[in-house]
Protein backbone atom coordinates (compact mmCIF):
# COMPACT_ATOMS: atom_id res chain seq x y z
CA UNK A 1 0.00 0.00 0.00
CA UNK A 2 1.44 3.41 -0.91
CA UNK A 3 2.53 5.53 1.88
CA UNK A 4 1.19 9.51 1.32
CA UNK A 5 3.88 11.37 2.89
CA UNK A 6 3.50 13.95 5.45
CA UNK A 7 2.27 16.73 3.68
CA UNK A 8 -0.89 18.10 1.90
CA UNK A 9 -2.25 17.68 -1.66
CA UNK A 10 -1.01 20.90 -2.78
CA UNK A 11 2.25 20.56 -1.05
CA UNK A 12 3.52 18.14 -3.12
CA UNK A 13 3.51 20.43 -5.75
CA UNK A 14 5.44 22.98 -3.19
CA UNK A 15 23.97 11.10 -29.35
CA UNK A 16 20.43 11.13 -30.70
CA UNK A 17 18.36 14.17 -30.80
CA UNK A 18 15.11 12.95 -29.67
CA UNK A 19 12.43 14.32 -27.37
CA UNK A 20 14.38 12.60 -24.33
CA UNK A 21 15.45 13.91 -20.92
CA UNK A 22 18.33 16.64 -21.80
CA UNK A 23 20.77 17.58 -18.92
CA UNK A 24 22.18 21.04 -20.17
CA UNK A 25 24.95 23.17 -18.76
CA UNK A 26 24.61 26.92 -18.12
CA UNK A 27 26.30 30.00 -17.65
CA UNK A 28 26.13 29.86 -13.87
CA UNK A 29 27.01 26.41 -13.09
CA UNK A 30 23.64 24.53 -12.51
CA UNK A 31 22.88 21.91 -14.42
CA UNK A 32 19.04 21.70 -15.79
CA UNK A 33 16.70 19.13 -16.26
CA UNK A 34 15.06 19.79 -19.86
CA UNK A 35 11.96 17.49 -20.53
CA UNK A 36 9.44 18.81 -23.50
CA UNK A 37 6.75 17.20 -21.45
CA UNK A 38 7.08 18.75 -18.40
CA UNK A 39 5.77 22.27 -17.81
CA UNK A 40 8.15 25.57 -18.05
CA UNK A 41 6.95 26.82 -14.80
CA UNK A 42 4.35 25.26 -12.19
CA UNK A 43 0.57 26.29 -12.68
CA UNK A 44 -0.64 29.45 -11.35
CA UNK A 45 -3.30 27.11 -9.39
CA UNK A 46 -0.44 25.15 -7.83
CA UNK A 47 -1.20 26.46 -4.23
CA UNK A 48 -4.95 27.43 -4.06
CA UNK A 49 -8.09 25.79 -2.96
CA UNK A 50 -9.65 23.21 -5.44
CA UNK A 51 -12.14 24.44 -7.49
CA UNK A 52 -14.12 21.65 -9.02
CA UNK A 53 -16.34 24.20 -11.33
CA UNK A 54 -13.53 26.20 -12.83
CA UNK A 55 -12.50 22.38 -12.99
CA UNK A 56 -15.71 21.52 -14.92
CA UNK A 57 -15.28 24.70 -16.95
CA UNK A 58 -11.78 24.05 -18.41
CA UNK A 59 -12.70 20.43 -19.22
CA UNK A 60 -15.26 21.52 -21.07
CA UNK A 61 -12.93 23.08 -23.61
CA UNK A 62 -11.07 20.19 -24.31
CA UNK A 63 -10.35 19.30 -27.56
CA UNK A 64 -7.72 16.52 -27.18
CA UNK A 65 -5.38 18.09 -29.11
CA UNK A 66 -1.76 19.44 -28.74
CA UNK A 67 -3.63 23.34 -27.78
CA UNK A 68 -4.70 21.75 -24.10
CA UNK A 69 -1.52 21.54 -23.29
CA UNK A 70 -1.24 23.99 -20.76
CA UNK A 71 -4.78 23.54 -19.37
CA UNK A 72 -4.21 19.52 -18.18
CA UNK A 73 -1.99 20.59 -14.35
CA UNK A 74 -4.19 23.38 -14.69
CA UNK A 75 -7.29 21.04 -13.62
CA UNK A 76 -5.01 18.06 -12.02
CA UNK A 77 -4.65 21.25 -9.57
CA UNK A 78 -8.55 22.43 -9.53
CA UNK A 79 -9.20 19.08 -8.56
CA UNK A 80 -8.58 17.20 -5.57
CA UNK A 81 -5.91 13.96 -6.04
CA UNK A 82 -8.49 11.65 -6.44
CA UNK A 83 -10.24 12.91 -8.94
CA UNK A 84 -7.17 14.60 -10.64
CA UNK A 85 -6.21 10.96 -10.87
CA UNK A 86 -9.10 10.13 -12.58
CA UNK A 87 -9.12 12.69 -14.63
CA UNK A 88 -5.79 11.95 -16.15
CA UNK A 89 -6.36 8.34 -16.46
CA UNK A 90 -9.22 9.04 -18.95
CA UNK A 91 -7.58 12.42 -20.90
CA UNK A 92 -5.17 9.43 -21.30
CA UNK A 93 -6.68 6.75 -22.89
CA UNK A 94 -8.80 9.51 -24.73
CA UNK A 95 -6.25 11.06 -26.00
CA UNK A 96 -4.71 7.75 -27.31
CA UNK A 97 -8.08 6.90 -29.27
CA UNK A 98 -8.30 10.12 -31.18
CA UNK A 99 -4.61 10.58 -32.03
CA UNK A 100 -2.01 8.12 -33.74
CA UNK A 101 0.68 9.87 -32.26
CA UNK A 102 1.89 10.54 -29.05
CA UNK A 103 3.14 13.33 -28.54
CA UNK A 104 3.92 16.04 -25.42
CA UNK A 105 0.33 16.40 -24.67
CA UNK A 106 -0.17 13.20 -23.98
CA UNK A 107 3.56 13.35 -22.25
CA UNK A 108 1.85 15.79 -19.83
CA UNK A 109 -0.23 14.15 -19.06
CA UNK A 110 1.51 11.25 -18.41
CA UNK A 111 3.68 13.31 -16.01
CA UNK A 112 0.61 14.40 -14.39
CA UNK A 113 0.30 10.99 -13.14
CA UNK A 114 3.75 11.18 -11.45
CA UNK A 115 2.82 14.29 -9.61
CA UNK A 116 -0.46 13.31 -8.20
CA UNK A 117 1.04 10.83 -5.78
CA UNK A 118 -1.97 9.10 -5.54
CA UNK A 119 -2.05 4.56 -5.48
CA UNK A 120 -3.92 4.68 -8.33
CA UNK A 121 -1.39 6.63 -10.20
CA UNK A 122 1.33 4.76 -9.56
CA UNK A 123 -0.78 1.87 -10.77
CA UNK A 124 -1.64 2.91 -13.72
CA UNK A 125 1.57 4.13 -14.67
CA UNK A 126 3.11 0.92 -14.09
CA UNK A 127 -0.09 -0.45 -16.08
CA UNK A 128 1.36 2.42 -18.85
CA UNK A 129 5.00 1.18 -18.85
CA UNK A 130 4.05 -2.19 -19.01
CA UNK A 131 1.73 -2.12 -22.21
CA UNK A 132 4.28 0.35 -24.16
CA UNK A 133 7.19 -1.98 -23.43
CA UNK A 134 5.26 -5.12 -24.42
CA UNK A 135 4.15 -2.80 -27.82
CA UNK A 136 7.56 -1.76 -28.62
CA UNK A 137 8.71 -5.88 -28.19
CA UNK A 138 6.48 -6.99 -30.61
CA UNK A 139 6.99 -3.81 -32.74
CA UNK A 140 3.39 -3.36 -32.82
CA UNK A 141 4.99 0.75 -31.82
CA UNK A 142 7.47 1.47 -35.23
CA UNK A 143 10.09 3.86 -34.04
CA UNK A 144 11.36 6.06 -36.35
CA UNK A 145 14.54 8.12 -35.99
CA UNK A 146 14.51 12.45 -35.92
CA UNK A 147 10.48 12.33 -35.29
CA UNK A 148 10.35 15.46 -33.81
CA UNK A 149 6.62 14.98 -33.57
CA UNK A 150 6.42 12.43 -31.01
CA UNK A 151 7.98 11.56 -27.33
CA UNK A 152 9.61 8.12 -26.38
CA UNK A 153 6.74 6.74 -24.38
CA UNK A 154 8.87 4.79 -22.16
CA UNK A 155 11.14 7.74 -21.39
CA UNK A 156 8.29 9.63 -20.46
CA UNK A 157 6.70 7.41 -18.22
CA UNK A 158 9.34 6.71 -16.11
CA UNK A 159 10.52 10.00 -15.64
CA UNK A 160 6.59 9.94 -13.96
CA UNK A 161 7.04 6.76 -12.20
CA UNK A 162 10.56 8.57 -10.68
CA UNK A 163 8.42 10.43 -8.22
CA UNK A 164 7.14 7.07 -6.68
CA UNK A 165 10.57 6.29 -5.85
CA UNK A 166 10.61 6.73 -1.93
CA UNK A 167 7.43 3.66 -2.26
CA UNK A 168 9.68 0.38 -1.58
CA UNK A 169 7.46 -1.41 -4.54
CA UNK A 170 8.47 1.36 -6.92
CA UNK A 171 12.23 0.87 -5.87
CA UNK A 172 11.94 -2.79 -5.97
CA UNK A 173 10.15 -2.72 -9.57
CA UNK A 174 13.30 0.13 -10.71
CA UNK A 175 15.77 -2.59 -9.43
CA UNK A 176 13.96 -5.04 -11.77
CA UNK A 177 13.62 -2.99 -15.01
CA UNK A 178 17.24 -1.51 -14.80
CA UNK A 179 19.17 -4.96 -13.96
CA UNK A 180 18.68 -5.49 -17.50
CA UNK A 181 20.71 -2.51 -18.43
CA UNK A 182 23.90 -3.55 -20.41
CA UNK A 183 22.91 -7.30 -20.11
CA UNK A 184 21.26 -6.82 -23.19
CA UNK A 185 23.57 -5.63 -26.69
CA UNK A 186 21.67 -2.87 -27.89
CA UNK A 187 21.07 -3.81 -32.08
CA UNK A 188 21.27 -0.51 -33.37
CA UNK A 189 19.40 -2.08 -36.65
CA UNK A 190 16.22 -2.69 -34.18
CA UNK A 191 14.84 0.86 -33.10
CA UNK A 192 12.16 -0.28 -31.04
CA UNK A 193 14.94 -3.26 -29.07
CA UNK A 194 17.03 -0.06 -28.70
CA UNK A 195 14.33 1.96 -27.60
CA UNK A 196 13.66 -0.35 -25.04
CA UNK A 197 17.23 -0.36 -23.67
CA UNK A 198 17.76 3.20 -23.61
CA UNK A 199 14.48 3.55 -21.60
CA UNK A 200 15.97 1.07 -18.83
CA UNK A 201 19.24 3.43 -19.08
CA UNK A 202 16.74 6.03 -18.54
CA UNK A 203 15.22 4.48 -15.10
CA UNK A 204 18.73 4.16 -13.84
CA UNK A 205 19.90 7.60 -14.19
CA UNK A 206 16.42 8.31 -12.20
CA UNK A 207 17.18 5.78 -9.70
CA UNK A 208 20.82 7.28 -9.22
CA UNK A 209 19.88 10.66 -9.21
CA UNK A 210 16.95 10.20 -6.64
CA UNK A 211 19.10 8.00 -4.20
CA UNK A 212 22.51 10.28 -4.19
CA UNK A 213 20.37 13.89 -4.85
CA UNK A 214 16.95 14.03 -4.63
CA UNK A 215 15.95 11.99 -0.94
CA UNK A 216 19.08 12.60 0.86
CA UNK A 217 17.98 15.40 2.59
CA UNK A 218 14.50 13.84 2.91
CA UNK A 219 12.41 16.24 0.70
CA UNK A 220 8.69 16.06 -0.34
CA UNK A 221 9.34 14.25 -4.09
CA UNK A 222 7.67 16.83 -5.58
CA UNK A 223 8.15 20.25 -5.76
CA UNK A 224 6.92 23.51 -7.77
CA UNK A 225 10.73 23.05 -8.36
CA UNK A 226 11.08 19.22 -9.53
CA UNK A 227 8.53 19.09 -11.45
CA UNK A 228 9.65 22.34 -14.08
CA UNK A 229 11.41 21.69 -17.21
CA UNK A 230 13.56 24.14 -16.35
CA UNK A 231 14.65 22.00 -12.77
CA UNK A 232 18.07 22.79 -11.77
CA UNK A 233 20.49 20.44 -10.01
CA UNK A 234 22.07 23.05 -7.79
CA UNK A 235 24.83 20.93 -5.63
CA UNK A 236 25.04 24.20 -2.94
CA UNK A 237 21.08 22.74 -1.85
CA UNK A 238 21.97 19.44 -1.41
CA UNK A 239 22.85 19.83 2.77
CA UNK A 240 23.59 16.38 3.62
CA UNK A 241 26.10 15.74 1.32
CA UNK A 242 27.79 13.49 3.50
CA UNK A 243 24.96 11.15 2.58
CA UNK A 244 24.86 11.64 -0.73
CA UNK A 245 28.49 10.10 -0.62
CA UNK A 246 27.73 7.13 1.39
CA UNK A 247 24.88 6.53 -1.36
CA UNK A 248 27.76 6.63 -4.18
CA UNK A 249 29.23 3.96 -1.84
CA UNK A 250 26.62 1.96 -2.11
CA UNK A 251 26.32 1.69 -5.80
CA UNK A 252 29.96 1.78 -6.52
CA UNK A 253 30.46 -1.93 -4.58
CA UNK A 254 28.43 -3.01 -6.90
CA UNK A 255 30.50 -2.43 -10.07
CA UNK A 256 34.12 -4.91 -10.62
CA UNK A 257 36.65 -4.07 -8.86
CA UNK A 258 39.59 -1.93 -10.99
CA UNK A 259 42.85 -3.66 -10.51
CA UNK A 260 45.27 -0.59 -10.05
CA UNK A 261 48.16 -1.74 -12.92
CA UNK A 262 45.11 -2.04 -15.72
CA UNK A 263 46.60 -1.92 -19.11
CA UNK A 264 44.67 0.67 -21.78
CA UNK A 265 43.28 -2.26 -23.49
CA UNK A 266 42.07 -3.77 -20.59
CA UNK A 267 40.31 -0.40 -19.43
CA UNK A 268 38.53 0.08 -22.61
CA UNK A 269 37.29 -3.52 -22.69
CA UNK A 270 35.61 -2.93 -19.43
CA UNK A 271 33.99 0.70 -20.23
CA UNK A 272 32.96 -0.49 -22.94
CA UNK A 273 31.33 -3.36 -21.71
CA UNK A 274 27.85 -3.51 -21.19
CA UNK A 275 28.05 -4.47 -17.44
CA UNK A 276 30.07 -0.77 -17.53
CA UNK A 277 26.97 0.97 -18.74
CA UNK A 278 25.79 1.68 -15.30
CA UNK A 279 29.14 3.22 -14.24
CA UNK A 280 29.07 5.96 -16.46
CA UNK A 281 25.17 6.91 -16.30
CA UNK A 282 26.51 6.89 -12.42
CA UNK A 283 28.95 9.31 -13.13
CA UNK A 284 26.85 11.75 -15.03
CA UNK A 285 24.82 12.13 -11.74
CA UNK A 286 27.83 12.24 -9.45
CA UNK A 287 29.41 15.07 -11.84
CA UNK A 288 25.61 16.99 -10.75
CA UNK A 289 26.79 17.43 -7.32
CA UNK A 290 30.56 18.59 -8.29
CA UNK A 291 32.67 19.91 -5.70
CA UNK A 292 31.03 19.22 -2.57
CA UNK A 293 30.02 15.54 -4.01
CA UNK A 294 34.26 15.19 -4.47
CA UNK A 295 35.24 16.93 -1.40
CA UNK A 296 32.73 14.91 0.67
CA UNK A 297 33.76 11.19 -0.91
CA UNK A 298 37.52 12.07 -0.18
CA UNK A 299 36.81 13.98 3.35
CA UNK A 300 34.86 10.73 4.31
CA UNK A 301 36.50 7.63 2.54
CA UNK A 302 39.63 8.75 0.99
CA UNK A 303 41.69 11.49 2.59
CA UNK A 304 45.04 10.21 4.41
CA UNK A 305 43.55 11.48 7.85
CA UNK A 306 40.49 8.94 7.58
CA UNK A 307 39.95 5.83 9.31
CA UNK A 308 37.59 3.87 7.33
CA UNK A 309 39.19 1.08 4.56
CA UNK A 310 37.85 1.18 1.74
CA UNK A 311 40.06 -1.44 0.17
CA UNK A 312 39.81 -1.66 -3.62
CA UNK A 313 36.78 0.60 -3.86
CA UNK A 314 39.20 3.63 -3.90
CA UNK A 315 40.06 3.31 -7.38
CA UNK A 316 36.81 3.69 -8.09
CA UNK A 317 36.02 6.39 -5.73
CA UNK A 318 38.91 8.57 -6.78
CA UNK A 319 38.12 8.18 -10.21
CA UNK A 320 34.59 9.09 -9.39
CA UNK A 321 35.14 12.31 -6.98
CA UNK A 322 38.32 14.02 -9.39
CA UNK A 323 35.76 13.62 -12.30
CA UNK A 324 32.72 15.51 -10.24
CA UNK A 325 35.71 18.24 -9.08
CA UNK A 326 37.16 18.45 -12.86
CA UNK A 327 33.63 18.82 -13.87
CA UNK A 328 32.80 21.49 -11.75
CA UNK A 329 36.14 22.81 -12.07
CA UNK A 330 35.07 23.64 -15.91
CA UNK A 331 32.04 25.23 -14.72
CA UNK A 332 33.82 27.66 -12.87
CA UNK A 333 35.78 28.86 -15.80
CA UNK A 334 35.78 32.68 -15.70
CA UNK A 335 34.72 33.12 -12.09
CA UNK A 336 37.21 34.53 -9.35
CA UNK A 337 37.25 31.90 -7.45
CA UNK A 338 40.47 30.46 -5.64
CA UNK A 339 41.24 27.31 -3.61
CA UNK A 340 40.73 26.98 -0.18
CA UNK A 341 42.58 24.62 2.56
CA UNK A 342 39.97 21.55 1.86
CA UNK A 343 40.90 22.32 -2.29
CA UNK A 344 44.40 22.09 -1.65
CA UNK A 345 44.17 19.10 0.86
CA UNK A 346 42.07 16.98 -1.59
CA UNK A 347 44.65 17.88 -4.41
CA UNK A 348 47.44 16.86 -2.51
CA UNK A 349 45.72 13.68 -0.83
CA UNK A 350 44.73 12.95 -4.86
CA UNK A 351 47.98 13.66 -6.39
CA UNK A 352 49.73 11.31 -3.36
CA UNK A 353 47.47 8.40 -4.63
CA UNK A 354 47.79 8.79 -8.44
CA UNK A 355 51.62 8.92 -8.48
CA UNK A 356 51.80 5.73 -5.92
CA UNK A 357 50.09 3.87 -8.57
CA UNK A 358 52.36 1.62 -10.26
CA UNK A 359 52.62 2.35 -13.80
CA UNK A 360 49.25 1.60 -16.18
CA UNK A 361 46.70 3.41 -17.26
CA UNK A 362 45.14 4.24 -14.15
CA UNK A 363 47.54 6.05 -13.28
CA UNK A 364 47.78 7.79 -16.51
CA UNK A 365 43.85 8.69 -16.41
CA UNK A 366 44.38 10.33 -13.08
CA UNK A 367 47.48 12.29 -13.57
CA UNK A 368 45.82 13.41 -16.60
CA UNK A 369 42.47 14.36 -15.15
CA UNK A 370 44.47 16.38 -12.25
CA UNK A 371 46.66 18.29 -14.72
CA UNK A 372 42.86 18.69 -16.78
CA UNK A 373 41.77 20.23 -13.28
CA UNK A 374 45.00 22.23 -13.36
CA UNK A 375 44.24 23.87 -16.63
CA UNK A 376 40.44 24.81 -15.87
CA UNK A 377 42.53 26.75 -12.70
CA UNK A 378 41.75 30.49 -12.90
CA UNK A 379 44.80 32.18 -14.70
CA UNK A 380 47.20 33.61 -12.48
CA UNK A 381 46.11 31.37 -9.43
CA UNK A 382 49.24 30.73 -7.78
CA UNK A 383 48.60 26.77 -5.40
CA UNK A 384 51.27 24.62 -4.14
CA UNK A 385 49.13 21.59 -4.90
CA UNK A 386 48.72 23.06 -8.84
CA UNK A 387 52.31 23.56 -9.24
CA UNK A 388 53.22 20.14 -7.70
CA UNK A 389 50.22 18.45 -10.51
CA UNK A 390 52.25 20.03 -13.67
CA UNK A 391 55.49 18.82 -12.33
CA UNK A 392 54.08 15.02 -11.98
CA UNK A 393 52.22 15.54 -15.39
CA UNK A 394 55.98 16.51 -16.54
CA UNK A 395 56.67 13.45 -15.12
CA UNK A 396 54.13 10.51 -16.14
CA UNK A 397 52.88 12.50 -19.24
CA UNK A 398 54.14 13.10 -22.24
CA UNK A 399 54.32 15.75 -24.08
CA UNK A 400 51.62 14.96 -26.42
CA UNK A 401 49.47 13.74 -23.97
CA UNK A 402 49.99 17.23 -22.19
CA UNK A 403 49.21 19.05 -25.32
CA UNK A 404 46.12 17.38 -25.94
CA UNK A 405 44.48 17.66 -22.47
CA UNK A 406 46.33 21.78 -22.78
CA UNK A 407 44.21 22.34 -26.05
CA UNK A 408 41.21 20.15 -25.31
CA UNK A 409 40.91 22.53 -21.72
CA UNK A 410 41.97 25.62 -24.00
CA UNK A 411 38.31 24.92 -26.15
CA UNK A 412 36.35 24.31 -23.34
CA UNK A 413 37.27 27.45 -21.62
CA UNK A 414 36.73 29.46 -24.63
CA UNK A 415 33.31 28.06 -24.95
CA UNK A 416 32.55 29.03 -21.34
CA UNK A 417 33.99 32.09 -22.19
CA UNK A 418 32.36 32.69 -24.69
CA UNK A 419 28.39 31.68 -23.45
CA UNK A 420 29.04 34.33 -20.17
CA UNK A 421 29.74 37.54 -22.43
Known sequence: MIQRVDLPWKAHFSGLIIC??????????DLLIIDPWRPKVP?????????????????????YSKQDIDHILTIACLLGPSDATE????????YERRNKLQDVTWGRAVFGLGIVQTQQAMEELLRLWDRYDRLLASGKIKVRPFNWE????????????????????????????TC???????NQQDLAESERQSAREWLLQHLYRWDIIESVDDEPPVTPEKISRHYRVDPKRVKNISRAAERVVYWVKSFKILPPDIS????????????????GILQMVADQLGRPLALAIWQDYLSRRCTMDVGELKHRLWLISWLAYKDAALRM????????????????????YATSLPDGYLRELTIGGLFG?????????????????????????????????????????DIIERSTK
Open 20 to 29: VCAIAQVASG
Open 373 to 413: IACYAPKGLADEQLDKIRAAANTFLSAEHREDIIQNAKLNR
Open 264 to 279: RQQWLTIRHSGQEEGM
Open 333 to 352: VGSQSSLDERDSSFLEDALA
Open 150 to 177: GVPQLHVIGDAIHFYLWDDKVRQWFLRM
Open 87 to 94: FLKGYIAK
Open 180 to 186: EVGNVER
Open 43 to 63: PKQLLNEPNATEAARLIKGLK
